[in-house]
Nanobody
């Protein structure tokens, strides 16, 4: 059974940094774009960042551009989301996902596998 497992969430103050990781098991991320989404209470799941295969191309939501960095380690079947200068508005459950195709993908329907989510809470 394919598993994507996020880690690295937590409770931080505004201006702090966190690094989320997503490890895939029984699954290869080869030839797939990978992404991060988030969902705040009472809101729909929203796109955060995506990285294509093998990792050259990246795309970010305007709300996180310049503060978040997505990366991947293909040898480890793992990808990351470095989050800097966190704001209270970044508070949400963050989900990693693996896309069907190697190109950048921003819609949830472009993704076939999802992690269980990790909570990020940013206090002011």
């Amino acid at each position: 059974q394919v598993q994507l497992v996020e880690s690295g969430g937590g409770l931080v103050q505004a201006g702090d940094s966190l690094r989320l990781s997503c490890a895939a098991s029984k699954f290869t991320s080869d030839n797939r774009a990978m992404g991060w989404f988030r969902q705040a209470p009472g809101k729909e799941r929203e796109f955060v960042a995506t990285i294509g295969w093998p990792g050259t191309n990246k795309y970010y939501a305007d709300s996180v551009k310049g503060r978040f960095t997505i990366s991947r380690d293909n040898a480890k079947n793992t990808w990351y989301l470095q989050m800097d200068v966190l704001k209270p508005a970044d508070t949400a459950v963050y989900y990693c996902a693996a896309a069907y195709l190697p190109i950048l993908a921003i819609a949830p329907r472009d993704y076939g596998y999802w992690g269980q989510g990790t909570q990020v809470t940013v206090t002011s």
